[in-house]
Nanobody, 125 residues
Framework: VQLQAFGGGLVQAGGSLRLSCAGS????????MGWFRQAPGREREFVAA????????VYADHVKGRFTISRDRAKNTGYLQMNSLKPEDTAVYYC???????????????????WGQGTQVTVSS
């Protein structure tokens, strides 16, 4: 499956953005879709994930209550709704897929592949 992320941009602190990750080539039905981000000089980190078949979700603590991950199975597309954005949310955001995920491993980067190209999110103070 090929993934393409888009929807990033420049937003003021407190604002919102919605990222999309479109899958092509095959259905994501046996996968989890994860969102990760990488800020300059920092390691890539987990943000959120959704198991495609059940809709079960997992979030990193630093985005709980602000970000919402969802998916549209008919469109084979996942979304990351980001509200109450902070300058520290500035990063390149990537989507990726993990095959046949166990819920407890959905936040673990190992096993994710099919990385999209990334989309820049910049939050100004």
């Amino acid at each position: 499956v090929q993934l393409q992320a888009f929807g990033g941009g420049l937003v003021q602190a407190g604002g919102s953005l919605r990222l999309s990750c479109a899958g092509s080539g095959r259905s994501l039905s046996n996968y989890a879709m994860g969102w990760f981000r990488q800020a300059p000089g920092r390691e890539r980190e987990f943000v959120a994930a959704v198991r495609w078949s059940t809709g079960a979700t997992v979030y990193a603590d630093h985005v709980k209550g602000r970000f919402t991950i969802s998916r549209d199975r008919a469109k084979n597309t996942g979304y990351l709704q980001m509200n109450s954005l902070k300058p520290e949310d500035t990063a390149v955001y990537y989507c990726a897929a993990k095959n046949a995920p166990i819920l407890s491993t959905m936040a673990v980067m190992s096993g994710y592949g099919n990385w999209g190209q990334g989309t820049q999110v910049t939050v100004s103070s």
